[in-house]
Structures are given as structure tokens and as C-alpha cells.
């Protein structure tokens, strides 16, 4: 079957039905393909998931609410770009919605042309200043899920790891503050929000170590994790 080409994948977060009805029929019609969830916790567990390129939250979700929700997210290393949507439109609001670490805040009632191009801005200076992070071996790209290693000898192809999302998400958050040891638990709130064994990090450590060798991670024992020290 032919690949059909798909418009970025884009993650809304918004409890009114009406309005999230109405944003679902006018961004698909802009071409994005939309998943749209109507509480805070869902939009959690999707979010993790991964694979969006921009996101548009709510600040007023039940079960965790907007900021609560983004605040999460981008401490379990999860780079998607957001705008928020708020009712209220204080200076103090949007400077709250900036420093839960939303790109950009709008209040409503908004206008849609607005919301548009401030979403194409969002999409275009993301793809400009995607971030990528220092790992042992190479830098990773939370957002491409990847970690690439320059190459050894002129000439050798660079080489290309891929991640699933939670493998990405753990490594980020290592990546982030690679002085730190983090404990399991930590670890856990922070990228498996809904697993039920503390051991799911152990199982991921051994999956990145797999994927990218032993020094990515390192074990401090009784405590937790750090991310490995640079090699060479
Ligand atoms: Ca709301």
C-alpha cells in the first residue's frame, strides 16, 4: 500500500466538547492529523506515547490539569512544542503557561487564523532549533527519538540508534542533568506515570544498554541511575 503523506501529528488537550469538536474539524482541515482527548490524565498517557510534532493544551483540564500536565511532560524529557490555551489572560497567567515550559500561550476566546499561524510558527522554529543532547557515543534527539554517533574515521557513515518513546523519554531525562543520580522511583514518577513495578526502570536501562552500550548508563548502586560519563 502507498504511504499516504500525513501533516504533522498534533495532540489537543481540551474538555469542551463544542470547542474541541470544532478545533478537531478545523485542524484536520488544515491538514494535521488530530488526536483529541478530553482529560488531563489521558492526554498524560498519549503524550508519552510519542510521535507528535506540536501540541495544543487546555489550561483547565479535569484530573491534571493543563500545566500540571505540561510540567510533567517536560520533565520526563518530552520536547513536542506546546501552546496553551487559557481563559484568562493575565500577564501572570501566560508567564505561568511560559515557565511550565509552553512556546507559546494563547487566551480565549481566540481567533483561528490566529491560533493557525501561531501553530505554523511553532512547527517551523521547532523544526529550526530542534534540540539534541550529549549521551555517551553520540547526542540523542528526544523528538526524532534517535541517538546519533559522529563517525570514527572520515569517511564512516554517522550512526543512527533508534528509541522507542520511553527509551527516549528515560534517557532525556538522564541526559538533562548529567551530574545527577536519580532514584528508581524518580525515574518512575517521572517517565512511567502509570506503570505499576518500580523494575520496569531496570528493564529499560537494559534496553538502552543494549541498543547503545553498557557506559550509556551508569549504576550507582543503593541509589539509582546517572547518565554514563563521556567516552574517550
Ligand atoms: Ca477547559
Wanted: hydrophobic share 40%; no cysteine.
Amino acid at each position: 500500500m502507498q504511504g499516504e503523506r500525513r501533516g504533522p501529528r498534533l495532540l489537543l488537550a481540551e474538555d469542551d466538547p463544542e470547542l474541541a469538536g470544532m478545533l478537531v474539524e478545523l485542524l484536520t482541515s488544515e491538514g494535521y492529523t488530530v488526536d483529541a482527548l478530553a482529560d488531563g490524565q489521558s492526554a498524560l498517557h498519549r503524550a508519552l506515547a510519542g510521535g507528535y510534532d506540536v501540541a495544543v493544551l487546555d489550561r483547565g483540564l479535569p484530573y491534571v490539569e493543563g500545566l500540571e500536565l505540561l510540567a510533567r511532560l517536560r520533565r520526563a524529557g518530552w520536547a513536542t512544542p506546546v501552546l496553551v490555551l487559557s481563559a484568562y489572560g493575565t500577564a501572570q497567567d501566560r508567564v505561568a503557561g511560559l515557565d511550565a515550559g509552553a512556546e507559546d500561550y494563547l487566551a480565549k476566546p481566540f481567533d483561528v487564523e490566529e491560533l493557525l499561524a501561531r501553530l505554523r510558527a511553532l512547527l517551523r522554529r521547532h523544526l529550526d532549533t530542534a534540540e539534541t543532547l550529549p549521551v555517551p557515543g553520540g547526542r540523542l534527539d528526544p523528538r526524532a527519538r534517535t541517538v546519533t554517533s559522529p563517525p570514527t574515521e572520515p569517511g564512516d557513515a554517522r550512526g543512527t540508534v533508534e528509541l522507542s518513546a520511553r527509551e527516549s523519554a528515560l534517557l532525556a531525562v538522564l541526559a538533562g542533568r548529567p551530574s545527577q543520580v536519580y532514584a528508581r522511583e524518580d525515574l518512575l514518577n517521572r517517565v512511567f506515570p502509570d506503570a505499576e513495578a518500580a523494575n520496569v526502570v531496570d528493564t529499560y536501562v537494559s534496553y538502552l544498554r543494549r541498543k547503545l552500550g553498557r557506559g550509556v548508563i551508569r549504576t550507582v548502586h543503593g541509589v539509582g541511575y546517572q547518565l554514563g560519563r563521556p567516552q574517550g
